[in-house]
């Protein structure tokens, strides 16, 4: 069973966190919170215990790269990435799973890098460039 309307309401949530974070550089938790019960919700159903523990091995693969960010540039690495960037990433991870996940991150971070560059900016909102991302691997077909 693949419950596809929760992958449409995970998609309206990540809108609604791009279009907050590009507007205030902010994600709201309340939204956050709502996008990880879609993502976890989806897991059950789709396998049950198999299906959450499997959307939680995402979150925490995900988070991997960014708790050795961390560790390695410190208090410094919050001049890149909020908070809710790295809650972000953890709902994708559990959302798309871990590879998938890790190559959205890595064309989001490139992108946010370029855009950064180009306009000249300090600060790219990081959330927005993860749903131009996602949408883009959706109309490739490469994310189903």
């Known amino acids: 069973m693949n419950p596809q309307w929760l992958d449409a309401a995970a998609g309206c ?9 590009a507007r205030r550089m902010r994600l709201p938790l309340r939204w956050m919170a ?9 897991g059950w159903l789709v396998g049950n215990w198999v ?3 499997a959307a939680l091995v995402g979150v925490l693969v995900v988070w991997l790269p960014f708790g050795l960010m ?4 410190g208090k410094r690495a919050d ?7 790295w809650l972000l990433a953890g709902a994708l991870g559990a959302w798309l799973g871990p590879s998938m996940a890790l190559a959205v991150l ?9 855009l950064g560059f180009a306009l000249r900016r300090r600060r790219v909102p990081f959330a927005s460039v993860c749903a131009l991302v996602v949408a883009a691997g959706w109309a490739g077909g490469v994310l189903t």
């Open 51 to 53: 299906g959450l523990l």
């Open 106 to 114: 890595a064309v989001s971070f490139a992108l946010s890098a370029i």
């Open 34 to 42: 709502l996008l990880y019960l879609c993502v976890f919700l989806k």
């Open 13 to 21: 949530l990540l809108l609604v966190l791009a279009v907050s974070d």
């Open 79 to 85: 001049q890149w990435l909020g908070g809710g960037d």
């Open 70 to 73: 961390r560790l390695i540039l």
